[in-house]
Antibody
Framework: EVQLVESGGGLVQPGRSLKLSCAAS????????MAWVRQAPKKGLEWVAT????????YYRDSVKGRFTISRDNAKSTLYLQMDSLRSEDTATYYC??????????WGQGVMVTVSS | DIRMTQSPASLSASLGETVNIECLAS??????LAWYQQKPGKSPQLLIY???SLQNGVPSRFSGSGSGTQYSLKINSLQSEDVATYFC????????FGAGTKLELK
């Protein structure tokens, strides 16, 4: 059974940093492209970043470029999202998801990030 | 950026009814279109990909259709467990989602 478990969320002040993790199990992690998708409270879904299966390429939405870094450790079957210079508009539930062919096959349960002073 | 316009924003239907949700892309997305179901307090679940392919384990009362810029999700014989918010997503050029359709029981 595919399992994706996010961690690392919490309350952080504007301008500070936070690092999210997503532990994967039940599938061959190193075969899958992975992504982060977020959802602001009571709002819709927003793709954040994608990393290719071997970590060779990464893609970001414009609003997080230069502030967020997606990475992975295939030996540990873990996906990461380093979030720097956080803003109030980054407040959301962050989901990790598999993304083999563009769509998001499997999703984690999500982790809440609140950016507030 | 490709914009996805989803309609209606909310929908009220009776058990057993057929429901249609539409998504309009701002340009041709060549059937690179997925549909997701999100129940309250839960993460989204993939229902349909490539516009009309049913994800494993999804009931056959769900179906997708469309091409070019116009796509739709159809739910036949609405069940109580179908109460949720539904989102479309294009993945032809990066990834963008529709704003969602909240489906409630009448």
């Amino acid at each position: 059974e595919v399992q994706l478990v996010e961690s690392g969320g919490g309350l952080v002040q504007p301008g500070r940093s936070l690092k999210l993790s997503c532990a994967a199990s039940g599938f061959t992690f190193s075969d899958y492209n992975m992504a982060w998708v977020r959802q602001a409270p009571k709002k819709g879904l927003e793709w954040v970043a994608t990393i290719i299966y071997d970590g060779s390429r990464t893609y970001y939405r414009d609003s997080v470029k230069g502030r967020f870094t997606i990475s992975r450790d295939n030996a540990k079957s873990t996906l990461y999202l380093q979030m720097d210079s956080l803003r109030s508009e980054d407040t959301a539930t962050y989901y990790c998801a598999t993304q083999v062919r563009g769509y998001f096959d499997y999703w984690g349960q999500g982790v809440m990030v609140t950016v507030s002073s | 950026d490709i914009r996805m316009t989803q309609s209606p924003a909310s929908l009220s239907a009776s058990l057993g009814e057929t429901v249609n949700i539409e998504c309009l892309a701002s340009e041709d997305i060549y059937s690179d279109l997925a549909w997701y179901q999100q129940k309250p307090g839960k993460s989204p679940q993939l229902l349909i990909y490539n516009a009309n392919s049913l994800q494993n384990g999804v009931p056959s009362r769900f179906s997708g259709s469309g091409s070019g810029t116009q796509y739709s999700l159809k739910i036949n014989s609405l069940q109580s467990e179908d109460v949720a918010t539904y989102f479309c997503q294009q993945y032809n050029n990066y990834d963008t989602f529709g704003a969602g359709t909240k489906l409630e029981l009448k």
